[in-house]
């Protein structure tokens, strides 16, 4: 158990009204959680402290060499008032998983948990309760040490902040166009694609402006080897339905294992849909989508659940997907998921924990 600091601030700011479209990543609320580490005496100092810029060094190794990683989940206020975090075992997990990666030092599940749900607990006034939105959770470490050599560093920031969020698609699941790379490329295997930090997201801004020029919402990454395989979209796993079948890229050590994902391959089995994880080419696709065997395509990511994708460009050929709309395993997924968050569907596999 963290024996937590509570610092309240003197400052509350206002908390936005049901009109306010809570932009995503723009406000956010009173108080954050900051943790420090060092070596030889772990982490130590927990305290939810109020939001404020903080002071590094601008030799801070973090803003020299990328060593961090960071996480992304939600908490939701269900209809008869009470508040929910979906999976966030697996958020723990994974954030261990990227922190032994980049040699930061790991921090203890029961820890890291007690931490998100104490701040969640003290800014609960901030958790919007209009359909769709939610409370962003943003938990980050960075690497402190006022050092230019190269190597892991000794000293660490743990913080977490969080936003409150408005409904992705406030008109409905609305169907994106997908643009597929062939130039760029995110990750590699045996680099650090399987990693959540920072490094993966500007390795990827070139290629997203270009889809953007061109008219496209999101870039849907193949693998760095061969470019011919499917691997992910930018922060969204990718699906496909081919002839009744639910077909995902395995995860191969440059995707990002995604619990979004993870909860789309557990809820088609339990309703008996085939599921496979494996190798998905391009050209299985072309061939998928030029037969109509390609039934649906959809993103899952926290942040937009469940986002189908309608069209797909793939250098100069457009892949059509369905009739445009949204495909019925794509609105089911979207509709458990986000009726289990809620507390309106039964929540049978035990996936939320209650801040209470
Ligand atoms: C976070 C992320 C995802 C989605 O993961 P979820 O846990 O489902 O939100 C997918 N791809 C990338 C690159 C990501 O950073």
Redesign the pocket.
Known sequence: MLDIKFIKTDNPKPIPGPENPLVFGTIFTDHMFVMDYTEGKGWHDPRIEPYAPISLEPSAMVFHYGQEMFE?LKAYKTDDGRILMFRPDK?IERANNSNRRLMIPEIQAEDFLQAMKELVRAEQAWIPAKEGTSLYIRPFVIATDPFLGVRPSYTYKFMIILSPVGAYYPEGLDPVKIWIEDEYVRAVRGGIGEA?TGG?YAASLAAQMKAHEEGYSQVLWLDGVERKYIE?V????IFFKIDGTVVTPQLNGSI?P????RTCVELCKSWGIPVEERKVSVEELEKAARTGALEEVWG????AVISPVGHLRYEDEVFQIGDGGIGELSQRLYDTVTGIQLGRVEDTFGWTVEVK
């Open positions: 992304g958020n959540k993966n992910e930018g922060a969204m796993n990002l995604g619990v979004t994902r899952s990511g926290t942040a």
